[in-house]
C-alpha cells in the first residue's frame, strides 16, 4: 500500500464519532476517581458541580464575546481592523454550543433586519409626490427642466433601496470578500437550516431567504471553475470525495481507485474562496450502453477500452456543502461536463444517467395506506346502502394483479385485499419480498406501472414529486427508461423497491426540453414510459 492510500485509509477510518468514545465525560472522570480514593466520594461530586458551574459561566461570556464582535464586523468602519474582528467572530461563532449557535442566529435575524419604520415613511413619501402630466419614459428623456421634476422621485428611490436592505447584509458582504468567509457562510446558513427544521421562524427565514440569494449570485458558473479529479490528486481531497459520496457510498480504497481509474471520470465544481474542497462532483462511467442497473457500473463488469464507449452515465451526484441546499450548481455542472466530455471524446453519442428514485417507496406506501382503508369503507357503503364507491378511491391494482397477490398472501403475508397484502409485503423493513422469485414475478408489473405514473403523473406546484427527477428534467433531460432490481441494496429497495431510472440528455433538445418543462410543467419521456401509464391523462 503506497503512501496516499495509506493516508486516505487512516483518515476515513479515523472519524470523530469513534475518538469520542475514548474519551471520559467529566463526571464519569469524577466516578472513576471516587471510587478509588474511597471517601473522597462527596468532594468529587462538589468538585463536578463547580465545574459545570464554571462551564456554564464560561460558555455565557463566550457567547457574549460572540455577540459583540458580531456587532463591530457589522458596525465597524475600520478596515485596518476589520479583519481581526471578522476573524474573531468567524473563531468565536465556530466554538459555540449548538444551542448557542441558534440563539446568536435568532438575534442576527431579528435585531439586524431592515428598519420599517424608515421603509413605511419613504414610501409614505413616494406616494405623496405628483407625477408632472405625461409623465413616463418618454417625459424622463425630455428637456432639463421635466429631470428637475424627477430629482425627487430619484432621490426618495435612492433612499428606499438602500432602507430594503437588512443590515445583516453587511456582515454578509464581508465575509464574503475576507479569507475563508465564504465557508464560513455556507457552515453558517447550515445552521440556520437546521434552525428551521426545528421551528418555523419568520424572521430566521427571512435571514435564509436573503443568504441564499447571496450565496447564489456569488457561486455564479462564472466563479467556479471545473476539474477532472484523478487518483493522483492530494489524499486530503480524495477523502473528501469518500466522505461527501451521497448516493453510492465508496465502500474501500479499491472501490475509490476504479471510480477515478480507466474508464471512468470525476468532475468537481471548485471556488477559489474554498480551495481543495469541491462545492458538488458527478461520477461518470463511460460504457458502451445505458447501464440498467448500478451493480454493472460499480462491480460486475470491467471497465471497456475508453476508445469503445459510446456512452457517458452520470450515476452519482454529490453536493459537500449542506449549506448549498436549494442553489442548484448540479444544473451547470452537468451541462458542462456533457460539453467537456463530448470535446475530448467525440465518439460518445449518448449521455445519460442511472438515477435513485429517493421518494417513490414513501409515496408508495402513504398510497397504499390511504387506498386500502378507501377500499374497506367502500366495501362498507355498497353492503349498507348500495353505493358504488367513494370519491378518492381508485383501483390502483389491475385485476390479475389483485388475484396473484391474494393467492400469494397465504403463504407469505395477510391482508384483506391485493393493496393491503401489497402495503404488508412493502412495509417490511427486512425486504424479505426481494429475495423471493414468486413475489418478485408478482410485483413487479403493478410497481414498475406506479414507478412511472409517480415520475410522470405525481407533481407539485406543477413540477415532479420526485426531487432527483425534478433536477434532472430542470435540466432539460427526458424519463427514458425505469430498470427493475437496479439496485439491491438495502437503500435502493428501502427508497424505491430497488427501482432505478435512466434520463437522457439530448444534444439538440436539452434547452427545448428545459423550457417546456418550466413553462408548463411539461415531462418528456420514451413511448416506453408512457405506454405504462396510458390510460392516464399526459397532457
Request: aromatic share 8%; glycine share 6%.
Given at each position: 500500500m503506497n503512501k496516499k492510500s495509506l493516508a486516505i485509509l487512516m483518515r476515513t477510518r479515523m472519524r470523530p464519532s469513534d475518538a469520542s468514545k475514548l474519551d471520559l465525560s467529566p463526571v464519569m472522570q469524577h466516578q472513576t476517581q471516587s471510587n478509588s480514593r474511597g471517601n473522597q466520594t462527596d468532594h468529587s461530586f462538589s468538585q463536578?458541580?463547580?465545574?459545570?458551574?464554571?462551564?456554564?459561566?464560561?460558555?455565557?461570556?463566550?457567547?457574549?464575546?460572540?455577540?459583540?464582535?458580531?456587532?463591530?464586523?457589522?458596525?465597524?468602519?475600520?478596515?485596518?481592523?476589520?479583519?481581526?474582528?471578522?476573524?474573531?467572530?468567524?473563531?468565536?461563532?465556530?466554538?459555540?454550543?449548538?444551542?448557542?449557535?441558534?440563539?446568536?442566529?435568532?438575534?442576527?435575524?431579528?435585531?439586524?433586519?431592515?428598519?420599517?419604520?424608515?421603509?413605511?415613511?419613504?414610501?409614505?413619501?413616494?406616494?405623496?409626490?405628483?407625477?408632472?402630466?405625461?409623465?413616463?419614459?418618454?417625459?424622463?428623456?425630455?428637456?432639463?427642466?421635466?429631470?428637475?421634476?424627477?430629482?425627487?422621485?430619484?432621490?426618495?428611490?435612492?433612499?428606499?433601496?438602500?432602507?430594503?436592505?437588512?443590515?445583516?447584509?453587511?456582515?454578509?458582504?464581508?465575509?464574503?470578500?475576507?479569507?475563508?468567509?465564504?465557508?464560513?457562510?455556507?457552515?453558517?446558513?447550515?445552521?440556520?437550516?437546521?434552525?428551521?427544521?426545528?421551528?418555523?421562524?419568520?424572521?430566521?427565514?427571512?435571514?435564509?431567504?436573503?443568504?441564499?440569494?447571496?450565496?447564489?449570485?456569488?457561486?455564479?458558473?462564472?466563479?467556479l471553475e471545473l476539474h477532472l479529479i484523478t487518483w493522483d490528486d492530494p489524499a486530503s481531497?480524495?477523502?473528501?470525495?469518500?466522505?461527501?459520496?451521497?448516493?453510492?457510498?465508496?465502500?474501500?480504497?479499491?472501490?475509490?481507485?476504479?471510480?477515478?481509474?480507466?474508464?471512468?471520470?470525476?468532475?468537481?465544481?471548485?471556488?477559489?474562496?474554498?480551495?481543495?474542497?469541491?462545492?458538488?462532483?458527478?461520477?461518470?462511467?463511460?460504457?458502451?450502453?445505458?447501464?440498467?442497473?448500478?451493480?454493472?457500473?460499480?462491480?460486475?463488469?470491467?471497465?471497456?477500452?475508453?476508445?469503445?464507449?459510446?456512452?457517458?452515465?452520470?450515476?452519482?451526484?454529490?453536493?459537500?456543502?449542506?449549506?448549498?441546499?436549494?442553489?442548484?450548481?448540479?444544473?451547470?455542472?452537468?451541462?458542462?461536463?456533457?460539453?467537456?466530455?463530448?470535446?475530448?471524446?467525440?465518439?460518445?453519442?449518448?449521455?445519460?444517467?442511472?438515477?435513485?428514485?429517493?421518494?417513490?417507496?414513501?409515496?408508495?406506501?402513504?398510497?397504499?395506506a390511504s387506498q386500502s382503508m378507501l377500499t374497506e369503507a367502500k366495501d362498507t357503503s355498497q353492503s349498507s346502502n348500495g353505493q358504488s364507491g367513494l370519491t378518492f378511491w381508485e383501483n390502483i391494482l389491475e385485476p390479475e394483479e389483485e388475484n396473484t397477490l391474494m393467492d400469494l398472501s397465504e403463504d407469505f403475508v395477510t391482508g384483506k385485499y391485493g393493496v393491503e397484502v401489497m402495503l404488508n409485503l412493502l412495509g417490511s423493513t427486512n425486504h424479505e419480498w426481494a429475495c423471493s422469485a414468486e413475489l418478485l414475478s408478482a410485483l413487479k408489473p403493478p410497481l414498475m406501472r406506479l414507478c412511472a405514473r409517480y415520475l410522470l403523473l405525481e407533481k407539485k406546484r406543477g413540477k415532479a414529486l420526485d426531487s432527483v427527477a425534478n433536477f434532472h428534467l430542470q435540466n432539460g433531460a427526458m424519463v427514458e427508461r425505469i430498470n427493475w432490481m437496479a439496485d439491491q441494496s438495502e437503500k435502493g429497495l428501502s427508497q424505491s423497491a430497488g427501482i432505478m431510472v435512466n434520463y437522457v440528455y439530448r444534444l439538440d433538445k436539452i434547452e427545448e426540453y428545459a423550457q417546456s418543462y418550466f413553462g408548463a410543467g411539461h415531462i418528456n419521456a420514451s413511448s416506453d414510459i408512457k405506454r405504462y401509464v396510458e390510460e392516464h391523462d399526459m397532457a
Open positions: 463536578h458541580g463547580n465545574d459545570n458551574l464554571n462551564a456554564s459561566i464560561n460558555n455565557e461570556r463566550n457567547f457574549e464575546s460572540v455577540r459583540k464582535s458580531m456587532h463591530s464586523a457589522i458596525s465597524m468602519n475600520k478596515t485596518e481592523v476589520l479583519d481581526a474582528v471578522l476573524n474573531d467572530f468567524s473563531e468565536g461563532y465556530f466554538s459555540l454550543s449548538h444551542e448557542n449557535r441558534r440563539k446568536l442566529l435568532i438575534i442576527l435575524a431579528k435585531e439586524y433586519d431592515l428598519n420599517r419604520v424608515q421603509v413605511r415613511e419613504l414610501i409614505q413619501q413616494y406616494l405623496g409626490l405628483e407625477l408632472p402630466a405625461g409623465s413616463g419614459n418618454e417625459a424622463q428623456s425630455g428637456a432639463v427642466e421635466e429631470e428637475g421634476l424627477f430629482s425627487t422621485f430619484y432621490r426618495i428611490e435612492r433612499s428606499l433601496r438602500h432602507a430594503l436592505k437588512p443590515t445583516y447584509e453587511v456582515l454578509f458582504e464581508r465575509l464574503n470578500t475576507h479569507p475563508g468567509g465564504l465557508k464560513s457562510l455556507t457552515i453558517l446558513r447550515a445552521d440556520i437550516l437546521s434552525s428551521l427544521a426545528d421551528e418555523n421562524i419568520t424572521s430566521l427565514r427571512a435571514l435564509d431567504s436573503y443568504l441564499k440569494e447571496k450565496l447564489g449570485t456569488w457561486l455564479s458558473p462564472a466563479t481531497l480524495l477523502e473528501k470525495i469518500v466522505a461527501y459520496e451521497a448516493v453510492h457510498p465508496i465502500s474501500n480504497l479499491l472501490d475509490l481507485k476504479r471510480r477515478l481509474g480507466v474508464g471512468r471520470r470525476c468532475f468537481g465544481y471548485f471556488h477559489p474562496a474554498i480551495p481543495g474542497e469541491p462545492l458538488i462532483f458527478i461520477e461518470v462511467a463511460l460504457l458502451k450502453h445505458v447501464a440498467q442497473t448500478i451493480q454493472e457500473v460499480l462491480w460486475n463488469h470491467p471497465p471497456i477500452p475508453e476508445s469503445e464507449a459510446a456512452c457517458a452515465l452520470f450515476y452519482s451526484i454529490s453536493s459537500t456543502q449542506p449549506g448549498l441546499a436549494g442553489i442548484n450548481l448540479g444544473k451547470f455542472l452537468i451541462k458542462r461536463v456533457i460539453k467537456l466530455v463530448k470535446r475530448d471524446m467525440p465518439h460518445i453519442s449518448t449521455f445519460a444517467t442511472l438515477s435513485p428514485i429517493p421518494g417513490f417507496m414513501q409515496w408508495l406506501l402513504s398510497k397504499l
